[in-house]
Nanobody, 123 residues
Framework: QVQLVESGGGLVQAGGSLRLSCAAS????????MGWFRQAPGKEREFVATISWSGGSIYYADSVKGRFTISRDNAKNTVYLQMNSLKPEDTAVYTC????????????????WGQGTQVTVSS
């Protein structure tokens, strides 16, 4: 089993930055692909970014490309999401997920999920 705990969310003004962290425990996730998803009120969960176990493969949703950066530190069993130039439409609960396979953009392909952290961007 893998437990995932997100942190780093909060309230920020438009144009600001936040860095989310996702700490894994229970089993090393160094060989797992990790992903970030978000869900805004009244909307479906959407893919944000994913990173392979080595960090060599990364993929972003078009809506965040150029503004968000996903990274990982396998020694710390932690994955990060650096979010810059935040917009009000980025407001959502951000959740990290893990899968013991290659990167994926569909939530149904992930095996483990965190509880999420709220990100609110004011205009």
């Amino acid at each position: 089993q893998v437990q995932l705990v997100e942190s780093g969310g909060g309230l920020v003004q438009a144009g600001g930055s936040l860095r989310l962290s996702c700490a894994a425990s229970g089993r090393t996730t160094s060989t797992y692909a990790m992903g970030w998803f978000r869900q805004a009120p009244g909307k479906e969960r959407e893919f944000v970014a994913t990173i392979s176990w080595s960090g060599g493969s990364i993929y972003y949703a078009d809506s965040v490309k150029g503004r968000f950066t996903i990274s990982r530190d396998n020694a710390k069993n932690t994955v990060y999401l650096q979010m810059n130039s935040l917009k009000p439409e980025d407001t959502a609960v951000y959740t990290c997920a893990a899968r013991n396979k290659f990167i994926a953009t569909m939530g149904r392909d992930y095996d483990y999920w965190g509880q999420g952290t709220q990100v609110t961007v004011s205009s």
